[in-house]
């Protein structure tokens, strides 16, 4: 029997590119590295591009040294880093409410590398505490029950979309369990009702 050594190609048939895993360089973004692109005015795959290279845009020197805020890393301040986050939730909101040409499409907006499942992923992650975690899903669900999905010629129906949008609002709902909850009284009321809102 003859043995050969090398390597080869496999060509893979699969039904959806969903399917199919991201590359490495886009699997489990940091949370931070998700506001940015989701802030981001450029396009997603701009956006995206600029985050593998790691090319950043450089401050000029002389700028720096004048602007003191830009002296202080706020990113850990609570409040801005909450209003960060609501940006990014607003970004999401924003790309998801424009046409989808197919469900592939649309699947990769809610569970690609940097969809709403990532999204709901890393604030689980990275989340600093229990209280910020469910608040943050919280408002993550309340960002998608606002979608008004847009309707063009030849894209989906907005009411598969809204479909799809709440089969993860549900999901959200689910990792927020009754038990972490009662660890929060002071914001159980709100998180039971921003659900509640979401899923109507």
Same mark, same amino acid.
């Given at each position: ?33 998700? $506001?940015? $692109? ?84 890393? $604030?689980?992650?990275?989340? !600093? ?32 979309? !809204?479909?799809? $949008? ?35």
């Amino acid at each position: 029997m003859v043995q050969y050594s090398g390597d080869a190609w496999w060509p893979v048939n699969i039904s959806s590119t969903t399917d199919l895993p991201p590359p490495d360089e886009l699997k489990e973004l940091p949370l931070e590295v998700l $506001i940015d $692109i989701l802030t981001s005015a450029r396009p997603l795959h701009q956006a995206m591009k600029q985050w593998i290279s790691g090319k950043k845009t450089a401050t000029p020197t002389n700028e720096e040294l004048v602007d003191p805020h830009k002296k202080v890393d706020t990113s850990a301040f609570l409040l801005q880093r909450t209003r960060r986050i609501s940006r990014a939730l607003m970004g999401l909101r924003e790309r998801l409410e424009r046409p989808f040409p197919t469900v592939a499409n649309l699947h990769w907006r809610l569970n690609g590398p940097v969809g709403v499942r990532a999204v709901s992923e890393a $604030i689980l992650k990275e989340g !600093r505490s229990d209280e910020e975690k469910v608040f943050l899903l919280a408002e993550l669900a309340l960002e998608l029950s606002r979608v008004k999905p847009a309707s063009a010629p030849g894209a989906l129906e907005p009411s598969i979309v !809204r479909q799809e $949008i709440r089969k993860l609002v549900k999901e959200l709902k689910a990792q927020v369990t009754g038990k972490s909850l009662e660890s929060i009284p002071n914001l159980k009321v709100y998180i039971e009702e921003a659900f509640l809102e979401a899923l109507v």
